[in-house]
């Protein structure tokens, strides 16, 4: 400042005073309008022969007469802003403190503190509210000694390079702010200040929130591995259907997920209950629909047991068995919910049961036999009308029951299924409707086979001149699976054979009607248009 003429100096002051009483934002615009006068570039020029040591002389780029000249202007309202004695003379210092509404515009003026007059020595922007990154410009008055900037939220990283370059700096304080936390005690520029240079600024760690964090992990992460290792504990010991299926115990339910599926064992999922089973209908977390069998504790061992080999079994006519929970407080089995009847039921109660659809059952059941037979010889099963469920629309018959460590003979097995075949054909149960059960069941159909097969025959099957050869053969079968003594006896595979070509058969031919069907149609509407064309 002292190196502009007096007369230049006064100049610029009154125009600065025009422009503005005070620094406003209408300054930033009035600034943008002013031109340097005509002399000011010769002015510039005096200055740096009389002293070279001038910022804006040192430059290494040409000279932008318009930035020095508004930096001027700035220069003389900043320095009556902050109180200098003598402006004319000197700019010591920048004094803003508490004055939040003027020092962000000063701080915006870049041009300004790229030409800070040398003669400053002092900065304190105090308790103005800063909300920013550290204002970088303010460094570039590589000269001054003070720095105060206590008491804002400054936030970010301190520019430790920038500030080092500040050789003569005695003061500084950046006490109160935000800044991101950094080891600037390992750098030597900062060992000349002490701590209170940078209290609560975010700069040092606060040992007693340190402290305070420490005594919170040390206590919240036990904590947090307990909760973490009481979920995992929950999920797979109570609830593991909430994990993803490969880390299920495959077939393992627990007692926590049955109760889940049934709403607390209610009774309104109550199926069924007997003397040593009760009978649920749940809902599995996948949506699945099960059948849930509670046992008591007399007979579960062995439950458990032919459990594990059951849920091996793998055929479209056998129940599906999905696992067992085996728990001090739950025994159960589960298996999949067959929507449907029972073969029995649907023989008794329904008025439509015609022979190809016996047949269809025929054959699946056969099938799920013959499997069992090649895969399973040691599982046995419980081949009766009330056993086999008929699932969906279609009827799909599958076996219901079993028994593993079967011991009983494959005669002992044709002969229930022979029984199960004559069931089926005359719809009469064994042990309900004859005296001697099962004996006099064969009797009375060998008494009326084949002379009075119309009385033998259940009528609802329905049968036609093509079917009735086919049932009298399915008779005459069942009939020869019961003889356990003789040699006429078949074996499975006899069986199967008949079976399936009686079932090929009925499907030919059920075909074949249903294409005559369709072309005595095509007739009849032919001449329904024919007698139409001729009312006409």
């Known amino acids: 400042m002292a190196s502009i003429t007096a007369n230049f100096i006064i100049l610029l002051l009154s125009i600065s005073f025009s422009v503005s009483a005070t620094l406003s934002a209408s300054i930033i615009d009035d600034l943008k309008s002013l031109k340097p006068p005509q002399d000011f570039n010769s002015t510039i020029m005096k200055n740096c022969l009389q002293n070279p040591s001038l910022r804006y002389c040192s430059t290494s780029t040409p000279m932008d007469l318009d930035e020095i000249f508004k930096s001027t202007i700035v220069a003389s309202h900043l320095c009556n802003e902050s109180k200098n004695p003598n402006c004319v003379d000197s700019f010591p210092k920048i004094d803003l403190r508490s004055r939040p509404n003027i020092a962000p515009l000063y701080l915006s003026f870049n041009f300004f503190w790229k030409y800070c007059p040398l003669s400053i020595l002092s900065i304190d922007l105090s308790n103005t509210s800063l909300k920013s990154n550290f204002p970088i410009d303010v460094l570039h008055c590589t000269q001054i000694q003070s720095l105060d900037m206590n008491h804002n939220e400054l936030y970010g990283d301190v520019p430790t390079e920038n500030l080092s370059a500040l050789t003569n700096l005695t003061v500084l304080n950046l006490s109160y702010n935000h800044f991101s936390e950094s080891k600037i005690s390992d750098i030597l520029f900062f060992k000349k200040f002490n701590s209170s240079s940078f209290l609560h600024s975010g700069l040092i760690p606060d040992h007693k929130k340190f402290k305070i964090k420490a005594i919170v992990f040390l206590v919240s992460f036990p904590l947090f591995v307990i909760l973490k290792v009481c979920c995992l504990w929950w999920l797979c010991f109570r609830r593991p259907d909430f994990l993803p299926r490969v880390f299920r115990r495959k077939h393992r339910f627990t007692p926590a997920t049955l109760k889940a599926a049934t709403n607390g064992f209610s009774r309104n999922n109550l199926m069924g209950k007997s003397a040593s089973v009760d009978i649920y209908k749940g809902i599995l977390r996948d949506g699945t629909d099960v059948r849930i ?44 919910w067959m929507e449907g009847e029972n073969l029995e039921s649907w023989l008794m109660g329904s008025s439509f049961t015609p022979w190809n659809y016996r047949l269809r059952i025929l054959m699946g059941v056969v099938e799920g036999m013959f499997y069992l037979q090649e895969q399973w010889p040691e599982v046995g099963y419980d081949l009766r009308t009330s056993s086999i469920m008929l699932c969906n629309y279609n009827l799909d018959p599958k076996i219901s029951r079993f028994k593993v460590g079967n ?130």
């Not at 849920?311 to 999949?336: P, Y």
């Not at 089926?424 to 149960?429: D, G, P, S």
């Not at 595979?493 to 399936?500: D, G, H, L, P, T």
């Open 293 to 336: 069998e509670v046992y008591g504790s007399d007979n579960h061992p062995q439950v458990i047991e032919e459990c594990k080999v059951l849920v091996q079994l793998c055929h479209k006519n056998l129940a599906n068995l999905l696992g067992w929970c085996d728990n001090r407080k739950l025994r159960a089995i589960v298996t999949e």
């Open 407 to 536: 011991q009983s003979t494959s005669r002992r097995r044709m002969y229930r299924f022979g029984l199960f075949l004559l069931e089926m054909m005359v719809n009469r149960r064994p042990q309900e409707e004859f005296e001697r059960g099962e004996a006099g069941f064969i009797e009375y159909i060998r008494m009326h086979y084949p002379g009075n097969l119309e009385q033998l025959i259940d009528p609802k099957m329905e049968l036609t001149r093509n079917t009735i050869d086919q049932a009298k053969q399915a008779i005459s079968l069942g009939l020869m699976c019961t003889e356990v003594s003789s040699n006429r006896q078949p074996s499975l595979e006899q069986v199967y054979n008949i079976v399936s070509r009686a079932y090929q058969s009925c499907r030919v031919l059920a075909s074949h009607h249903n294409h005559n069907h369709y072309h005595r149609r095509i007739h009849a509407d032919r001449g329904k248009g024919h007698r139409h064309v001729q009312s006409r």
